[in-house]
């Protein structure tokens, strides 16, 4: 089959009818007539046209342009709006205001190690296969023509998607960047396709130190917030010997011993993919989806350097906020979102008290106390589902978390009642000082209590009165004492 153009016309699924705009559709169909008519042919390539084999609504639409030159496209291109131009010799263009890429066939030599390293030059009369065969995986080396519907597999990539493979096209071309060993990882985890042997073991000889921390993210972020199973991402990166580098902390987690009464299912690393594929199911619901899957992968790091064996079970006690550095840590290599790691930081140092609290059914205060310090109370009980424990392989104590989701709409109507205010402490004669700061957080455990505004107000005056006066008895026995 290599080397040997197959053609194959998609009668169920017409790619340009899944476009979201008629008026994008029709520029797309008038330039493949103009440039048809020049003598060049236009194909949808890459993800477009594997999302669209797969029944995949894709909105990233690439054009690859054959057999004309760059200034004549260029010109072609301007008939229809705004022509665009990403680096003339790059021979990547588009139309202002489209979203739609149009790329001339190109060569690209690696001149380093580096992602940017590398030599490019457009070749019109390159031809399919030499276009194709520069491509990362056989199934984004499709082509299908833009006017004809027909679709060119030069590599296999078809059987791929049917046999549901990642395989690369070319061994050469292919060790030549370095992030393809990820893009490998995240599009086995979109797809639950597995990546083939010859393939995985390519990767293990790549070096991903190169990479630059925006790249990696990229990847990272779409295996997390895409992934069926993100799981697969990290399953394919530690098969493909290649965590070291980017994801040291999470290789620690692999034979790290747990209490298997509470987790049958066995060490920190299966746990911690477990606990990740079950906040797929829900991130979608959260306020942050990429943080909260972050807070997924990163809550039990902690354990590294917690985890004992006491009296015949492992302990890791206090792992929720001793691993707080290891987490950041980690946080900061992969991102410089600052409301990604707050969230992260935030929720990791409070992810043990949701199942705890509703295991021992605790009061209200304990409950509204830990929504207030939750950055979002609502994601921190979507993550008790996901990390829901597991007795002896019995069912989780509270799967739907009810005890928790009726706790938080008490907190919600008491956050919304009225409360104490600075402004209702200076009115009642406290000016604002040593003792301001004390009175306001007394007034606001009251008001976790649920204890109304005006009984608030009166038990805070109170205290602080009480407080002021017992340091003032201080001080004066004090200064009598130095005399």
């Not at 894709?58 to 705004?82: A, C, M, W």
Request: proline content about 4%.
């Amino acid at each position: 089959m290599l080397g040997k153009p197959i053609y194959r016309l998609f009668l169920y699924c017409d790619i340009i009818n899944v476009m979201n705009k008629e008026s994008v559709k029709n520029i797309i169909n008038n330039i493949a007539v103009r440039i048809h008519e020049a003598g060049g042919e236009a194909y949808f390539v890459g993800g477009y046209v594997r999302d669209a084999v797969m029944g995949r609504d894709n909105t990233d639409i690439d054009i690859e342009v054959h057999k004309i030159d760059p200034e004549e496209l260029y010109s072609i291109l301007g008939d229809f709006g705004t022509p665009v131009a990403f680096g003339r010799s790059f021979g990547i263009y588009s139309i202002k205001g489209t979203g739609i890429d149009i790329a001339m066939p190109r060569i690209e030599r690696a001149t380093g190690s580096g992602h940017r390293d590398f030599e490019i030059s457009v070749d019109p009369m390159l031809g399919t296969y030499n276009a194709a065969k520069r491509r990362d995986f056989t199934i984004n080396s499709l082509m299908q023509n833009v006017l004809t519907g027909e679709v060119t597999d030069h590599f296999g990539g078809l059987d791929d998607i049917e046999r549901r493979v990642i395989r690369h096209v070319d061994e050469d071309s292919f060790v030549e960047d370095s992030l393809r060993v990820l893009r490998a990882a995240q599009f086995a985890s979109r797809f639950e396709f597995e990546v083939d042997d010859e393939t995985v073991e390519l990767c293990r000889s790549i070096d991903l130190s190169t990479l630059s921390r925006e790249r990696v993210e990229e990847e990272l972020k779409k295996a997390l917030i895409k992934g069926v199973k993100p799981s697969i991402f990290f399953e394919t990166l530690k098969e493909m010997d290649q965590l070291d580098y980017w994801f040291p902390e999470l290789k620690e987690l692999i034979d790290l011993p747990q209490d298997p009464v509470f987790h049958p299912e066995g060490d920190v690393w299966v746990h911690t993919m477990e606990v990740l594929d079950r906040g797929a199911e829900v991130r979608d619901r959260t306020s942050s989806p990429y943080a909260f899957m972050l807070l997924c992968l990163t809550h039990d790091l902690g354990k590294i350097i917690t985890t004992d064996y006491i009296k015949g079970r492992y302990h890791a006690y206090e792992h929720e906020t001793k691993g707080i550095p290891i987490i950041e840590r980690f946080l900061h290599r992969i991102t410089n979102e600052k409301n990604v790691i707050k969230y992260v930081l935030n929720m990791a140092a409070l992810h043990m008290r949701p199942n705890i609290l509703a295991y021992q059914k605790s009061s209200l205060k304990a409950t509204n106390r830990m929504f207030d310090e939750a950055v979002s109370p609502e994601d921190l009980i979507y993550f008790a589902q996901a990390d829901k424990p597991v007795v002896s392989g019995d069912e989780p104590f509270d799967g739907d978390c009810n005890f928790l989701r009726e706790r938080l709409e008490e907190f919600e109507r008491i956050m919304v009642q009225p409360y104490v205010t600075g402004a209702d402490l200076i009115k009642e004669g406290l000016e604002p000082g040593e003792y301001f700061t004390d009175a306001l957080s007394y007034s606001h455990k009251l008001r976790l209590a649920g204890v109304d505004k005006q009984t608030t107000l009166k038990q805070t005056l109170a205290y602080i009165r009480k407080k002021i006066s017992t340091d003032n008895r201080k001080k004066k026995q004090e200064g009598q004492d130095d005399r």
